[in-house]
């Protein structure tokens, strides 16, 4: 039996509780094997050594995933698009750097450490911003002395490979 | 950082976050009734709220104790939690309900379509990109302020347990599905895996192949759910 749920939000609890089977069996399945896994692992490392379920263990577990998690919870938004963020851990690290450096060696507030990290990693993040728009060839473009001083050989066409066209990115493309 | 909340602290937090989260829902069943739409039965919506204050309550209760092996006593909940759970309930805002969230999941699932539905695409994903720079950037704080010193190589290796982690949370590598309490969740089971294995005492080699062995079966899972989705369909 299949229940046809249009906007997710009709019916009552049972045909509601149907619809998510058939969701998870169509594929849409979430997070669900990963609350799974969370619960066999849990009680298969309890059961394999007990200094796991105590407080003192949960509370380091806790302080240790932060980390990860916010990097993870980072990187959806790229995944997300269907691309990845090869550069987030090192972002992640340059950050780290920043930070100790300026709250141990410079003294500086803690407060305006991690406002300096964060306007480092969008200002880092906006160079790809000023090169998409401008196009990758914007840094050619100015036209060194080297570069024009490279005779050209043929009349007529003036697109050589040494002479870059004066046009931006935004022409070819518009959504790479 | 390692500091933790005192315990009336994480009960008020504790407090808030149901509030605001009832104040949520209970401010989205009246959007839907007062324009003639269908609401979910008012009793799933309980047993949600229910089972997080249980186990939120529980959590809080749990690292209330004192968790110290010397004399000096430990307890709370560690200040990390209240501001990953803030940032995870911004985002979470950020993706759901705002023009740029439904933005984002149309370029994920199609940028053509988007793109001719008149998305800016090249703007969503750059700040997309600067979002993920800036939470990155968090990470790195969160990380310096636990470790307390950095090295020359920091972050070089945490990126691929990052992509494994939101993966094995279900966020799919092909883009458009996902949200980021899924990744907070699969972070959760990368860690468990490290934090136990490490408890157990085996070599450091065995923790990298469980881990490989999770992100290879989360995969394949979403490659997997991801073709039957489409065959469905």
């Known amino acids: 039996m299949s229940v046809t749920i249009g906007s997710g939000h009709e019916g009552n609890v049972r045909e509601q509780l149907t619809a998510y089977k058939a969701r998870v069996k169509g594929g849409e399945m979430g997070a669900l094997p990963s609350v799974l896994s969370l619960f066999v692992l849990t009680f298969l490392f309890a059961a394999l050594n007990p200094y796991f379920l105590t407080q003192g263990n949960f509370a380091n577990l806790l302080t240790q995933t932060a980390t990860l998690m916010m990097l993870a919870m980072a990187l959806v938004f790229v995944i997300l698009l269907a691309e990845i963020d090869l550069s987030a851990g090192v972002t992640s690290g340059v950050a780290m750097a920043l930070f100790i450096i300026m709250t141990n060696r410079w003294e500086i507030d803690w407060r305006i450490s991690i406002l300096a990290g964060l306007i480092c990693g969008a200002a880092y993040r906006s160079i790809y911003w000023v090169l998409r728009r401008q196009g990758w060839r914007s840094i050619l473009r100015c036209n060194p002395w080297p570069i024009s001083r490279v005779p050209r050989f043929t009349a007529g066409t003036s697109r050589r490979w040494w002479y870059l066209p004066n046009r931006s990115s935004r022409d070819q493309s518009d959504y790479e | ?233």
């Open chain 2, 1 to 233: 950082m390692n500091d933790n909340l005192p315990g009336w602290m994480g009960w008020a937090f504790l407090a808030i976050a149901i509030t605001v989260m009832a104040l949520l829902n209970f401010y989205d069943r009246s959007v839907r009734a007062r324009n003639g739409l269908a609401n979910r039965p008012i009793s799933l919506m309980y047993t949600k709220l229910g089972v997080s204050i249980v186990i939120g309550a529980s959590l809080v209760a749990l690292l209330n104790t004192n968790r110290s092996q010397s004399i000096k006593e430990i307890s709370g909940v560690p200040i990390v939690v209240p501001i990953a759970l803030t940032v995870l309930f911004l985002g979470t805002l950020l993706l759901d309900r705002t023009r740029f969230g439904r933005h984002l999941y149309a370029v994920g699932g199609n940028p053509e379509a988007a793109r001719r539905s008149g998305i800016k695409v090249v703007k969503i994903r750059i700040i997309a990109f600067m979002l993920c720079s800036s939470l990155a950037v968090i990470s790195g704080i969160f990380n310096a302020s636990r470790v307390g010193a950095v090295e020359a190589t920091a972050g070089k290796a945490i990126v691929l347990s990052g992509v494994a982690a939101a993966v094995v949370g279900g966020v799919s590598l092909f883009g458009g599905r996902g949200r980021l309490i899924h990744a907070a969740v699969g972070a959760l089971v990368i860690a468990i895996i490290d934090n136990g294995l490490g408890l157990l005492g085996l070599p450091a080699g065995i923790n990298f192949l469980v881990t490989g062995g999770v992100l290879i079966m989360a995969a394949t899972v979403d490659a997997v759910s991801r073709k039957r989705t489409s065959a469905s369909r």
